[in-house]
C-alpha cells in the first residue's frame, strides 16, 4: 500500500498536461493525413504510414523508459 498523500492539485495538472499533448497529437496526426492526401496518397495507404509511425513513437518511447 502506498503511503504517498493525494494531492488533487497536483492530480489534475497531470490530467491537464494529458489532455493537452493528447489534443496537440490529434492535430499533428490530421496534419500528416492532410499533408499525405495532397501527394495523393491513399486514406488507406495513409492510415498504415501513421499507424507504423505512431507504434514506432510508443516502441521508442518504451525503450527510452526501460
Not at 492530480?11 to 496534419?31: C, D, K, M, N, P
Amino acid at each position: 500500500m502506498s503511503t504517498e498523500q493525494y494531492d488533487p492539485v497536483a492530480y489534475g495538472q497531470e490530467l491537464a498536461a494529458i489532455s493537452h499533448h493528447q489534443a496537440e497529437a490529434t492535430s499533428a496526426r490530421f496534419v500528416v493525413f492532410q499533408a499525405l492526401a495532397a501527394v495523393g496518397i491513399g486514406h488507406e495507404q495513409a492510415d498504415d504510414i501513421v499507424a507504423a509511425l505512431e507504434a514506432g513513437a510508443v516502441a521508442g518511447a518504451h525503450t527510452w523508459i526501460s
